[in-house]
Antibody
Framework: QVQLQESGPGLVKPSQTLSLTCTVS??????????WSWIRQHPGEGLEWIGY???????YYNPSLKSRLIISVDTSKNQFSLQLSSVTAADTAIYYC?????????????WGQGTLVTVSS | QSALTQPASVSGSPGQSITISCTGT?????????VSWYQQYPGKAPKLMIY???NRPSGVSNRFSGSKSGNTASLTISGLQADDEADYYC??????????FGSGTKVSVL
């Protein structure tokens, strides 16, 4: 079955850029009908949709993060990535990557295990 | 884009039925039949339980069912079991190709 795995630094300094990569295995990121997503969860809090991207490169972002956010895809490596700039302590969270099987309509059927990113000097 | 509103906690005894509400607006829950529900155990990734308001993925127990009326969606768990104790989140497609999650509900089995 499809597997997703997040990777990247667990500690980022304030004002710097948070960069994470999600590697997809046992499935092609270029398969149509799927959107590849980032979701985060602040410690002890609820889920927050960050954004998603189609294999073609079309990306859609949470309006509250849009000015600091870039989501990109590398089909040759079967990976997609997240870059969040000018981070603050408020960006400390568990970051999940997930597959939306609902053609972008909110059907996250496969998730990574999540990676904790702490923003601190 | 505000989070959908869910009760902080819902509890029930084994065998009972409970319902979790998820209230949004006409721009999200009320405007589209794209409401999903996720179950999350502590320290684990969420699991899809319901999609498109009332559809269950393969492998999800038929004790879980979803519905929607106006701007409010609901998840009903019937025949409550001990391992249903978890956090539950609703989510909805919203306008302009965005998604929004609910605030989350902690389900306790008494």
């Amino acid at each position: 079955q499809v597997q997703l795995q997040e990777s990247g630094p667990g500690l980022v300094k304030p004002s710097q850029t948070l960069s994470l990569t999600c590697t997809v295995s046992n499935g092609s990121i270029s398969s149509g009908g799927y959107y590849w997503s980032w979701i985060r969860q602040h410690p002890g809090e609820g889920l927050e949709w960050i954004g998603y991207i189609y294999y073609s490169g079309s990306a859609y972002y949470n309006p509250s993060l849009k000015s600091r956010l870039i989501i990109s895809v590398d089909t040759s490596k079967n990976q997609f990535s997240l870059q969040l700039s000018s981070v603050t302590a408020a960006d400390t969270a568990i970051y999940y990557c997930a597959r939306d099987a609902g053609d972008g309509y909110n059907q996250f059927d496969y998730w990574g295990q999540g990676t904790l990113v702490t923003v601190s000097s | 884009q505000s989070a959908l509103t869910q009760p902080a906690s819902v509890s029930g005894s084994p065998g009972q039925s409970i319902t979790i509400s998820c209230t949004g607006t006409s721009s999200d829950v009320g405007g589209y039949n794209y409401v999903s529900w996720y179950q999350q155990y502590p320290g684990k990734a969420p699991k899809l339980m319901i999609y498109d308001v009332n559809n269950r993925p393969s492998g999800v127990s038929n004790r879980f069912s979803g519905s929607k009326s106006g701007n409010t969606a609901s998840l009903t768990i019937s025949g409550l079991q001990a391992d249903d104790e978890a956090d539950y989140y609703c989510s909805s497609y919203a306008s302009s190709s965005t998604l929004v999650f609910g605030s989350g509900t902690k389900v306790s089995v008494l």
